[in-house]
């Protein structure tokens, strides 16, 4: 009875330890992942900007950066490689552009969605935009900076947040707008929360 | 359990102790790259995506 009870307890305390390292892997050991890929990211992204000075950029082709995504508000360092796609082996490898919504810059929705807790977390402290803000995507053939305009929490199943013109799923759009999606609240699948953006200037790489 | 693993490893309580490291690192590791990674996408922790 007594060697029956102590293997329960060393069986609980075994099972304690591994999720608590489980735990550790989701903040940590996810993160050295997505790190170790934008460096891949952004190396090939430097080779297609090279490149566009030569030939005009095709298609974006999936799973290969198609920019720079940086947040001054959130420091310095803070860059990313977007890649295409939102499938969850693209999100680990960072921020995703949702196939099918509006290239950077272009009339039309801009569609990003990154984590917020897990591998590297780029959207961690999206929470913190104010309106105003700058969010500049730098694209192969222009840099392009979008203005913050507004913030919402929505539920995961509202998708009129990724419509061409947000939350008006049936108008034509006139304007080039971006949106942030990530997870709300923080460790939770509940809600998301959803930043806007409107462009505001657009350099071209040529004379910028 | 571990009592009888500590009486089963063989040698002196030194090499017992390496043992025991070594084993611990290796289930660590086992779970670290090959467990883990197959059950983070069943934790429905950090879902970013809007969709039905």
């Known amino acids: 009875m007594r060697a029956l009870l102590r293997t329960c307890g060393e069986l609980s305390i075994t099972v304690g330890v591994i999720m608590l390292l489980f735990c550790g892997y989701l903040l940590w050991g996810t993160s050295s992942y997505t790190e170790w890929y934008q460096r891949i990211l952004k190396q090939q992204l430097h080779e297609t900007t090279k490149l566009a000075k030569l030939d005009k950029l095709g298609k974006l082709d999936l799973g290969r950066a198609v920019g720079l995504i940086r947040i001054p508000r959130l420091g310095r360092s803070y860059e990313y490689a977007i890649l295409e796609g939102v499938t969850s082996e693209d999100l680990r490898r960072g921020p995703g552009h949702y196939p099918g919504t509006a290239r950077p810059g272009k009339i039309g929705n801009f569609v990003l969605s990154g984590h917020r807790t897990t591998y590297a977390a780029p959207f961690n402290r999206i929470d913190e935009l104010r309106r105003g803000d700058d969010i500049i995507i730098d694209a192969p053939e222009a840099r392009y900076t979008y203005r913050v305009s507004g913030k919402q929490v929505v539920l995961p199943t509202d998708v009129d947040v990724i419509a061409p013109v947000p939350n008006h799923p049936d108008a034509r759009p006139t304007q080039a707008v971006i949106t942030l999606t990530t997870c709300h609240p923080e460790y939770s699948a509940r809600q998301r929360l959803v930043v806007y953006g409107v462009l505001s200037g657009k350099r071209d790489r040529s004379t910028g | ?52």
């Open chain 2, 1 to 52: 359990m571990y009592g009888w693993i500590w009486r089963v490893i063989p040698g002196g309580t030194g090499v017992k102790l390496a043992t025991v490291l070594v084993l611990a690192g290796g289930a660590g590791a086992v779970l670290w790259y090959f467990v883990f990674p197959l059950m983070e996408p069943h934790v429905p922790l950090d879902r970013v995506t809007v969709g039905r």
